[in-house]
Every structure is written in C-alpha cells, then in structure tokens.
C-alpha cells in the first residue's frame, strides 16, 4: 500500500521529520538545505519541526529529469515591499467606504521552469519522468502556513470579515467601492461551523474537508475520506471566503498522490491519475505504542465499488488549481515546476492516441459524480464538459515556451475539435428532435446526415412533449446507433460554465429548467437527471441496482450541491433571479433535515432513503451559492466567455481528403454576436 508517512510521539504532537514512501515519483531521492528561493518552484516537500512551521526543501533537478531555463520575460523573485496592497477602510453605519492605495506594483514570480520531453509526430508531448520503482524514502520540510500565504496576505483587503485579493482588487486601486454589511442568517452560521468541523488536518495542517460529518453515523464507509470532486464547492467557499491555505494543501498534497503506483490485479494505470480519495489515518509507528505516524492512505479506484478509475479527479483538480490562482492572485503555486508537471501528466493521459473516432473522452460506466451503473458508459456528457475546462484551464496554466509548444498545440486543436462536436452531435431542441425523427438510416457517405446511424424509434415518448418551444439542452451521450436523451444536469451547467455550448444553446439550456422547473428543481435543486429509469430498463441498465432505484440517488434524485453549479451558471448567462430562487427553496429545508446528501422523489420531497447527513458538499455547495449571489463580480473568475478563436481553427484537413466541404461552419454559424 502506498502512503504518505507523518511520525509523531504518543502526545500528539509532531515530530521533527516526514518521511514520504512513495513510488514512481518524478521528484525523488534528494535533499538540500532549506532555501526560501525554492518556494515558488520546487516540489511540496515538507518537513514537520516541533514548532508547527513547515519550510521547503529543494532537490537538484539534474536528477529529476529536468532543465532550468532563465524566461527573459520574467523578473527575478523578489519579495514585495512593506506597502504593498496598503489600504485604507472608513466605515459608517452599514455601509462602508473602502479606499485602496497601491504603493508599489509588485511581480512575484519565480523563474521560468519547463519539463524535459520528447515529442513524437502527434500533437502533444510524451512526457518521461525518471526514477522507477525502487526509489529512496525522502525527508522533507514541512509547509510554513504563514510563508505559503505570504503574498496573500499582503495583497489581500479584509471587509467586512471578507478578504478580496489582489485580482478582485483590480479596478479598485486609488478608487472607491461600496460594499454593504449584511448580518449572516442563522442558516449561513450553521453552515459555516458544520463546514469548518469537517475540516481534516495532517500533520497539524488542513488538507481539505471529509465527505460526511455525521455524528450519528457509526459506520461512515469511505464518507470520512477527503474526496476531490467533493472538496471542490468547499474549496470555493473557503477561496471566497479569504481562507486559502486549506486549499492551497489540498492542491499539493493531492499532487503528491498523483505520481504513485496504483496496481489492481497485477495492471497499473497511467502515471498522472488522481485519486479519488485520500484518508489520514494514524498508526503505530513500527510496533511501538509510544510513537505514532499520520498516514495518508489514497484511493485510485481499487478500493472503490465496481473498481472504476476516477478520471474526474484530475479534470477536477485542474479546474480549481486555476480557480486558486484567480481568486487569490496567487500564480506562483500553478506556475511551480511539479504542478505544472502534474498538468501534463493528467493532459497526457486525456490526449494519448487510442482507437476512439471522436474528440470526446472514452470512459467506462461510473467514472464521475455518477459512480455507480447508470449506462452512461461512452462518452457521457458530464466527462466532456469536464474535459473541455480542465483543457481551457490547462492553456491559460501551462508556461509557454518551446518545450510545451506541441502541447498548447494539442489543446487549442483539441478544443476546436470538441466544441464542434457537441455543438453540433449533442443539442436537441424541437427543431433537431424533428430532423431525427425523420432520419434515413444505413447512410453510407462522407455526407450522410444520419452520421452516427440513429434509428428514429429511439426518441423516447416522454420527449416528444417535454422540450419547450424556446429551449433545448445537450443530451447525455452519444455513441454509434445510439443517443442517451435524458437530461444529465451536471454537463448541461458546466457546458455554460465553460461556454462548450453556443450562448444560443446556453440560454436554452436555462429555459428548459426555467420551463420546466417542477420537474428539474422541484422541491430540492436539482435533478441529477431527468427522468429516472424504471422497469425493465432499471433492471437491466442498472443491474437491479437497489441504491439507484427509480427517483433516488443516481436515478433521478436531486442533489443540493448542484445548486452552487447552476448559481454560477445563471449568474454567467444573466439570470441570478433563477438561482436566487433555487437557493431561497433549498434554505428552507436544508437546516431542518440536517443537510442531507440527496433527495428522493420525482419531486424531491423526502431525504433519500440511504442519504447520508451533514453531507459536506450539501453544505458547501449552499455556502457557495450564497457568496457568488452576494458578489456576482467574483463569479466572472470562475466561468469563461466564448472562444471566438477556436471558431477559426480546423484540424479535420478536410481540405487534403478530397472531401468539398467542412461542416465547422454549422457551429461558427450559431454563435450571438
């Protein structure tokens, strides 16, 4: 088993060393003195000392496999000047005037680092990391929380018990912004002590937040662990709420995990899968009882049910890796040389040639939210949309230069390619419901409109008078003969997020919940998917599945945290009276039944049947809704605007196939000016 080693006496307390075992590492087997210059660009090496404080330690990068490079266009680290980001707050009555004063203009950023690689006639960098199996336990240093935060600290601005970075402080230097105190309700209260519970510490520092915090529950399975996809609403929270070290572990830590050895039954996935899931458990140190150690013990899916890779994590872990760095200011952490690594290797394992015809990611059935048997195996809608930011976070992370050259490559043509085909495969509307209903089939051209062969009797009876007139949406899958018509919510939001869809297709997607509200939102936001799968098509889509039964958990059940996803959404799209309304629904009830994991019901009327309490998630993803609603500016850090660029990039070459036309223009054609 592989795990992450912190020893510390029988008090509790820590000790002066980590030891880190872990296998195929990129960053292994070296040491040397501590220096502060590393801090922006070297590993998460860590060393516990007896007085709580955690500094890095750095490791020649001739053996790592690496190259330093000097990019002229960035300036030598420097710490900033005691009057940076000074400001000035006049408060009066509830209402609060703040005035900022910028001194200096400060560029913290470390030197440009870039990874050995060697690229092959593809469009995308192989990436080789030395060291193998049998590497060396490391000894490092531990984290100075205060040292980490540093320059958040210094170029952030407390109002009102809120911190605003430095990004959010743009526009405000040498002016003035008006900002209203509001009490928080006891509901946000309530939230935020059960929020800061669940906080799980190593090694005396918060690394993220458990699943469930239920005291109540005396067999928790894996809801103790610390999930990524599950961290990510209480990661926000804590970013909006000026909390950043928490996040800022988590993001290291995880990294940490990324590079180990994951083996089930003698076959090992690629090397840039994330976990899961991670617990710190504490052990006895080598049989003695006087000495412990904090162990951090992930989960890569061989412990999971049905032994499915989580190939969400990585996708996930990039998306709030940028939301880090837009939210703080803070650039240094994705610009250091193992985080950038880590970006590659997770783009190398999505990028890798396979058989698949399509610019969409293969996944088998329950690698994302949806981890159980749902029939969404294929190319599930929830992967792409996830995909298509991670890819977009990816281009604005990665340093350029020319050895990530092919790679930014890869991705812009990657981009281009899937936008097209969701765009164009994905939406439904009554217009394109009607075309598939009068498909001719067994087409077999270039230039068939039937491309994937869908047969007609495949559109479900429910839909025919479901999808409004001024709506539509992405459909949940598309494969060879067949289109999964449900409504998967999940894909549908973060399409807008992303703007993967048209802001023609957008705005539909917002209409069809608008329009169709009782049965997507209900009495609990939100649906996961709609409708549920029942009969004969539970029993055999599902295996007979009891947890996912007709209108619960995965089938149909509505789950809360969505709702911070669809804040974003509308916020974005210009409707926040929609997801005040949600959030207004939810607050409710969230209090009263003990913030439950899901609902179940067509209608979301009763807690699921096996839904677990105080579901962290449930909680952040409330918390969320609310500071996005009260400060609908810092939203505009976390989606994206249309990409006009990708509209003009083709990579069919259409044009040396003897092929007369490109069907790109479809999707340029969509787009609102």
Known sequence: MNTIHCLANST???????????????????SLPKSHHFLASNPSNF???????????????????????????????????PGFGQSRVFSSGSVRRLYVISSVSSDVRSFSTSVETRVNDKNFERIYVQGGINVKPRVLERIDPDETVANNEESRIEVDGKNIYGENAKGVNEGEVLITKREESEAEKEAWKLLRDSVVTYCGSPVGTMAA????????????????????????????KGEGEIVRNFLLHTLQLQSWEKTVDCYSPGQGLMP???????????????????????????????????VDSGLWWIILLRAYGKITGDYTLQERVDVQTGIKLILNLCLTDGFDMFPSLLVTDGSC??????????????????????????????????????????INNRLSALSFHIREYY??????????????????????????????????????????????????????????????????????????????????????????????????PLKICYPALEYEEWRIIT?????????????????????????????????????????ADAEKRLPVDRWPEYYDTRNGRFIGKQSRLFQTWTIAGYLTSKMLLENPELATLLFWEEDYELLEICVCGLSNSGRKKCSRLAARSQILV
């Open 427 to 524: 939406w439904v509307d009554m217009y394109k419901i009607n075309e598939i209903y009068r498909y001719k089939t067994e087409e077999y051209s270039t230039d068939a409109t039937n491309k994937f062969n869908i047969y007609p009797d495949q559109i479900p009876s429910w839909l025919m008078d479901w999808v409004p007139e001024e709506g539509g949406y992405l459909i949940g899958n598309l494969q060879p003969a067949h289109m999964d018509f449900r409504f998967f919510t999940l894909g549908n939001l973060w399409s807008i997020i992303s703007s993967l869809g048209t802001p023609k297709q957008n705005q539909g997607i917002l209409n069809t919940i608008e329009a169709k509200w009782d049965d997507l939102v209900g009495h609990m």
């Open 12 to 30: 509790m307390k820590s000790s002066s060393r980590v030891l880190l075992f872990r296998r195929n590492s990129p960053f292994s087997g070296c």
């Open 369 to 410: 939210m949806i981890d159980r048997r749902m029939g969404i195996h294929g190319h599930p809608l929830e992967i792409q949309a996830l995909f298509y930011s991670a890819l977009r976070c990816s281009r604005e992370m990665i340093i350029q230069n020319d050895a990530s050259m092919n790679l930014v490559r890869a």
């Open 276 to 310: 899961a899931s991670f617990k710190v458990r504490t052990v006895p140190l080598d049989g003695n009882n006087e000495a412990h150690e904090e162990v951090l013990d992930p989960d890569f899916g061989e412990s999971a049910i049905g032994r499915v890779a989580p």
């Open 543 to 583: 295996g007979s599945d009891p947890k996912n039964t007709p209108w619960s958990y995965h089938n149909g059940g509505s789950w809360p945290t969505l709702l911070w996803q669809f804040t974003l959404a509308c916020i974005k799209m210009g409707r926040p009276e929609l997801a005040r309304k949600a959030v």
């Open 47 to 81: 060393r516990i000392s007896s007085d709580h404080t955690c500094k890095f330690s750095s490791c020649p990068l001739r053996n790592l496999g690496f190259r330093r490079l000097i990019d002229h266009a960035q300036k030598f680290p420097r710490v900033p000047g």
């Open 213 to 240: 915090n239920d005291p109540g529950d005396k067999t928790p399975l894996n809801y103790d662990q610390v999930f990524i996809r599950d961290f990510v609403p209480s990661a926000l929270a804590f970013l909006l």
